[in-house]
């Protein structure tokens, strides 16, 4: 009925008529304004900070520093919320000034007096590891940590995260050609349209609301009374739209700031955002990463052995850098069987901003790695690339590089999406044309996979109140972050009750007080959790609808049915009650009632998921491993090194579309994000690693009308566990486009192009090998 239907969102009126509201739009009159004092130096002491001159600016309240702040950091607490020994990357957080205006905090900002002394800084991660490296954490043995988080104390790794599977010695054994190569790139930048922003109030009874810009508010509930001692059930999280996250809002940083601002003005309400300049390096940013691939393969192109190292760049603070890592490694691999793995991951520390999820969460910088190495193999085989792709392709029945065992329903069918890419990008016509002396086309293809590597214990939550004229109200704790996850909720549940879709009401904003917990608006989880709890909530509300109406018409529960607006008897569909005659109970014409409002509750936590054993990896991370097969098409100029994206395809088993143009959108969005990162995107970073470009004038995306065409597409081999067997699509897109891109510009260039981004200096310096 509406499964599979292009449905208008729900909150696109009030989106297009400029009627939506998101947190910086929540001003209000009387309240205090927050201006960040950061550090000028990646790497340097802190020896004093003088901010009377500050206090002394007309409207100023007061000015806060790090001094006897706990350390935080979900895996690791190693991050202090504002600096107070040292900083540790361009850009830190050293003082909070609160005043009147935004005009006056500024001000008095620029009157806060810090005296520094340089400090030696680390600009990769393999500088980091080093002998002669400066330590960016000499405490780091002392931090408390959970229990799955392994720092190396007297180094720069936070956490190393280790794959082992099968015999290596085997492997290497059986293999007949063997190719080995390193890849890289820098940090970069989320760049959503929205930047990060929260205000927080203290209330005389000791209740503490927050309004943000997150992704996560239930994490911030929890880890504001983890780090300062409040009563959890007195912290409020509120958040309305979002102005797009792509995992950098997923952290807790800005709301933290609100709260020790709210508390040093006697909790007054504060508003703290981010200026551009500040979102792009002051808070989270993408990850960087170094890696080395070895891959192992028979004649006919069997892979026996890989052999991976990822150096994760996590930036000054670990954070969520370690769960990136990680997931990166729990599919190291790719979407490929190969029995004997290796892997390293290894979250280090560096003078960068710190980093944070971005769109697949450790998956596109793995696929980087991954796809370009199976590029060069085929190569070394004279082997098509697609067939070699095809050759050693995942399937029912083969296990994870944590050795979790698929079936047809967790990993879906990667054959197929290679064989329709292979029809939607002509791959059989031609991989690499001359068009003249100067101009070439080249394809380039890659796979993908994904899991999601959540906590063990996420969960999500569902209401659904009815009204008395039958339509229903529906509560999720799934952030609107801009992916229309709610309106897919909407949509499941109006197939479940078989109504129509205007007769549903969604609320968009959360809070944490009232709307029922969903663990964070991540890694693809939203329609496949919130949607088993919407289903659950659906049937509670059907067994209630259920037993009025037995009551009511006299017949037993198990022979009704709910949908159209009635509860009906399954065998004669002209025995029946308008469900708006009992959403709020019924009265019988004597004056009894029975009943009340029908009012369903549901939820779901994520099933028979183990943390990872930290000698072998072995474990079970997420619950599905969704698999894509992507290609990019490009017009090289050999003279100048430029070149024109002309066509991306990505092909994703999605298992079922739910709603196909949010699909498609999704789809699409994510590969230009892909493009977009792999071709201009990057910080430059001069010999101190401050960040020289933390501006969009600088710092340059891709815009309107340099886009290519895009074509997405469906495989449908249902996730048996899902909402009508559909799996989580926000970021996959996204994850082998870059290495599509890259394998492309390769084969045009006639050299390995394996550093992001792709200037056109980026390819001249490897074709003069510089």
């Given at each position: 009925?509406?499964?599979?239907?292009?449905?208008?969102?729900?909150e696109?009126?009030?989106k297009?008529?400029?009627?939506?509201?998101?947190?910086?739009?929540?001003?209000?009159?009387?309240?205090?304004?927050?201006?960040?004092?950061?550090?000028?130096?990646?790497?340097?002491?802190?020896?004093?900070?003088?901010?009377e001159?500050?206090?002394?600016v007309?409207?100023?309240?007061?000015?806060?520093?790090g001094k006897?702040?706990p350390?935080?950091?979900?895996?690791?607490?190693?991050?202090?919320?504002i600096a107070?020994?040292?900083?540790?990357?361009?850009?830190?957080?050293?003082?909070i000034v609160?005043?009147?205006?935004?005009?006056q905090?500024?001000?008095g900002?620029n009157?806060?007096?810090i005296?520094?002394e340089?400090l030696?800084?680390?600009?990769?991660?393999?500088?980091a590891?080093?002998?002669d490296a400066?330590l960016?954490?000499?405490?780091l043995?002392?931090?408390?940590k959970?229990?799955?988080?392994?720092p190396?104390?007297?180094t720069?790794i936070?956490?190393?995260?280790?794959?082992?599977?099968?015999?290596?010695?085997?492997g290497?054994?059986e293999?007949?050609?063997v190719?080995?190569?390193?890849v890289?790139?820098s940090?970069?930048?989320?760049?959503?349209m929205?930047t990060?922003?929260?205000?927080?109030?203290?209330?005389?009874?000791?209740r503490i609301?927050?309004?943000?810009?997150?992704?996560s508010?239930f994490?911030?509930?929890?880890l504001i009374?983890?780090y300062?001692?409040e009563?959890?059930?007195?912290?409020?999280?509120?958040t309305p739209l979002?102005?797009?996250?792509?995992g950098?809002?997923?952290?807790?940083?800005?709301?933290?700031?609100?709260?020790?601002?709210?508390?040093?003005?006697?909790?007054r309400?504060?508003?703290?955002?981010?200026?551009?300049?500040?979102?792009m390096?002051?808070?989270?940013?993408?990850?960087?990463?170094?890696?080395?691939?070895?891959l192992?393969?028979t004649?006919?192109?069997?892979?026996?052995?890989?052999?991976?190292?990822?150096?994760?760049?996590?930036?000054a603070?670990?954070?969520k850098?370690?769960?990136?890592?990680?997931?990166?490694a729990?599919?190291?691999t790719?979407?490929?069987?190969?029995?004997?793995?290796w892997?390293?991951?290894?979250?280090?520390?560096?003078?960068?901003?710190?980093?944070?999820?971005f769109?697949?969460f450790?998956?596109?910088?793995q696929?980087?790695a991954?796809?370009r190495?199976?590029?060069?193999?085929?190569?070394?085989l004279?082997?098509?690339?697609l067939?070699?792709?095809?050759?050693?392709?995942?399937?029912?029945?083969?296990?994870?590089p944590?050795?979790?065992?698929?079936?047809?329903?967790?990993?879906?069918?990667l054959?197929?999406c290679?064989?329709r890419?292979?029809?939607?990008?002509q791959w059989?016509q031609?991989q690499?044309?001359?068009?003249?002396?100067?101009?070439?086309?080249a394809?380039?293809?890659s796979?993908s996979?994904?899991t999601s590597t959540?906590?063990?214990?996420?969960?999500?939550?569902?209401i659904?109140?009815?009204n008395?004229?039958?339509?229903?109200?529906?509560?999720?704790?799934?952030?609107?972050?801009?992916?229309?996850?709610?309106t897919?909720?909407?949509q499941?549940?109006?197939?479940?009750?078989?109504?129509?879709?205007?007769?549903?009401?969604?609320?968009m904003?959360?809070?944490?007080q009232?709307t029922?917990?969903h663990?964070?608006?991540?890694?693809?989880?939203?329609?496949?959790?919130?949607g088993?709890?919407?289903?659950?909530?659906a049937?509670?509300?059907?067994r209630?609808?259920?037993?009025i109406?037995?009551c009511?018409l006299?017949?037993?529960?198990e022979?009704?049915?709910?949908?159209?607006?009635k509860?009906?008897v399954?065998?004669?569909?002209?025995?029946?009650?308008?469900?708006?005659?009992?959403?709020?109970?019924?009265?019988?014409p004597?004056?009894?009632?029975?009943?009340?409002q029908?009012?369903?509750?549901?939820?779901?936590?994520?099933?028979?998921?183990?943390p990872?054993?930290?000698?072998?990896?072995a474990?079970?991370?997420?619950?599905?491993?969704?698999v894509?097969?992507?290609?990019?098409?490009?017009?090289?100029?050999?003279?100048d090194?430029?070149?024109?994206?002309?066509?991306?395809?990505s092909?994703v088993?999605?298992?079922?579309?739910?709603?196909w143009k949010?699909?498609i959108?999704?789809?699409?969005?994510a590969?230009?994000?892909g493009l977009?990162?792999?071709s201009r995107?990057?910080f430059?970073?001069?010999?101190?690693?401050?960040?020289?470009?933390?501006?969009?004038?600088?710092?340059?995306?891709?815009?309107f009308g340099?886009?290519?065409e895009?074509?997405?597409?469906?495989?449908?081999t249902?996730?048996?566990?899902?909402?009508?067997?559909?799996?989580?699509a926000g970021?996959h897109g996204?994850?082998?486009?870059?290495a599509a891109l890259?394998?492309a510009?390769?084969?045009?260039?006639?050299v390995?192009?394996?550093?992001l981004?792709?200037?056109p200096?980026?390819?001249w310096?490897?074709?003069?090998?510089k």
């Amino acid at each position: 009925m509406m499964i599979g239907k292009s449905v208008i969102r729900k909150e696109a009126w009030d989106k297009v008529t400029g009627r939506a509201k998101y947190t910086h739009d929540k001003l209000q009159q009387g309240m205090l304004h927050a201006h960040l004092v950061t550090s000028p130096y990646a790497h340097a002491l802190i020896h004093e900070i003088h901010f009377e001159k500050a206090l002394s600016v007309p409207g100023v309240r007061a000015v806060v520093t790090g001094k006897g702040l706990p350390l935080t950091g979900e895996d690791l607490r190693d991050r202090p919320p504002i600096a107070f020994d040292k900083v540790r990357y361009h850009g830190e957080v050293v003082a909070i000034v609160v005043a009147d205006t935004p005009i006056q905090a500024e001000k008095g900002a620029n009157l806060v007096q810090i005296v520094y002394e340089p400090l030696p800084t680390v600009g990769s991660p393999r500088a980091a590891l080093q002998a002669d490296a400066p330590l960016i954490h000499e405490n780091l043995g002392s931090y408390e940590k959970n229990d799955h988080t392994y720092p190396e104390p007297n180094t720069n790794i936070a956490h190393r995260t280790k794959i082992r599977k099968g015999n290596m010695e085997k492997g290497w054994s059986e293999s007949e050609v063997v190719i080995e190569t390193s890849v890289a790139f820098s940090p970069s930048d989320h760049l959503a349209m929205e930047t990060r922003c929260a205000t927080a109030e203290i209330f005389p009874d000791g209740r503490i609301e927050i309004t943000a810009s997150t992704q996560s508010p239930f994490m911030i509930k929890k880890l504001i009374s983890t780090y300062f001692g409040e009563d959890v059930g007195k912290v409020v999280v509120h958040t309305p739209l979002v102005g797009g996250g792509y995992g950098g809002k997923a952290p807790v940083q800005l709301e933290l700031l609100a709260y020790l601002a709210s508390k040093a003005v006697r909790g007054r309400k504060v508003s703290v955002w981010n200026t551009r300049e500040q979102d792009m390096i002051t808070s989270p940013v993408h990850i960087g990463m170094e890696a080395t691939v070895k891959l192992g393969c028979t004649k006919d192109g069997m892979i026996k052995a890989a052999e991976i190292l990822f150096l994760f760049d996590g930036g000054a603070y670990s954070d969520k850098a370690i769960d990136v890592t990680r997931a990166a490694a729990v599919d190291c691999t790719g979407p490929y069987r190969i029995e004997n793995v290796w892997c390293d991951s290894l979250c280090i520390y560096t003078n960068h901003p710190y980093a944070s999820p971005f769109r697949s969460f450790g998956h596109c910088e793995q696929a980087f790695a991954i796809e370009r190495a199976m590029d060069i193999l085929a190569e070394k085989l004279g082997m098509d690339k697609l067939e070699l792709r095809l050759k050693n392709a995942i399937l029912p029945g083969h296990t994870t590089p944590t050795r979790v065992l698929l079936n047809r329903s967790n990993v879906g069918n990667l054959p197929a999406c290679i064989k329709r890419l292979r029809e939607l990008i002509q791959w059989d016509q031609w991989q690499r044309i001359e068009l003249n002396a100067r101009t070439v086309r080249a394809k380039g293809v890659s796979c993908s996979w994904k899991t999601s590597t959540i906590d063990t214990e996420a969960s999500s939550g569902a209401i659904v109140t009815f009204n008395p004229d039958g339509s229903v109200n529906l509560m999720s704790g799934v952030v609107e972050i801009g992916t229309g996850s709610k309106t897919v909720l909407a949509q499941i549940l109006a197939e479940k009750l078989k109504m129509d879709m205007d007769d549903i009401h969604v609320k968009m904003d959360i809070d944490t007080q009232s709307t029922p917990e969903h663990w964070k608006t991540v890694a693809s989880r939203g329609t496949f959790m919130g949607g088993r709890a919407v289903l659950n909530a659906a049937e509670d509300a059907i067994r209630q609808l259920k037993a009025i109406a037995a009551c009511v018409l006299r017949s037993p529960i198990e022979d009704l049915e709910v949908g159209y607006g009635k509860v009906f008897v399954r065998d004669d569909p002209a025995i029946f009650i308008p469900i708006k005659d009992i959403a709020y109970g019924y009265k019988y014409p004597n004056g009894n009632a029975i009943g009340g409002q029908i009012i369903g509750r549901g939820n779901y936590t994520l099933r028979h998921l183990t943390p990872l054993d930290k000698e072998t990896g072995a474990g079970k991370p997420g619950p599905e491993w969704t698999v894509c097969a992507h290609a990019v098409e490009i017009e090289f100029d050999k003279r100048d090194c430029t070149y024109q994206i002309l066509k991306a395809v990505s092909v994703v088993d999605v298992g079922e579309v739910l709603n196909w143009k949010a699909a498609i959108g999704q789809i699409i969005g994510a590969m230009s994000m892909g493009l977009s990162f792999a071709s201009r995107e990057t910080f430059l970073f001069d010999r101190y690693e401050r960040v020289l470009n933390p501006q969009i004038r600088t710092y340059q995306p891709i815009r309107f009308g340099e886009h290519p065409e895009y074509i997405a597409d469906f495989i449908k081999t249902p996730q048996i566990d899902a909402p009508y067997g559909a799996r989580g699509a926000g970021e996959h897109g996204l994850i082998g486009i870059p290495a599509a891109l890259a394998n492309a510009l390769s084969i045009a260039a006639g050299v390995p192009l394996n550093k992001l981004p792709l200037f056109p200096e980026q390819i001249w310096r490897a074709q003069k090998g510089k």
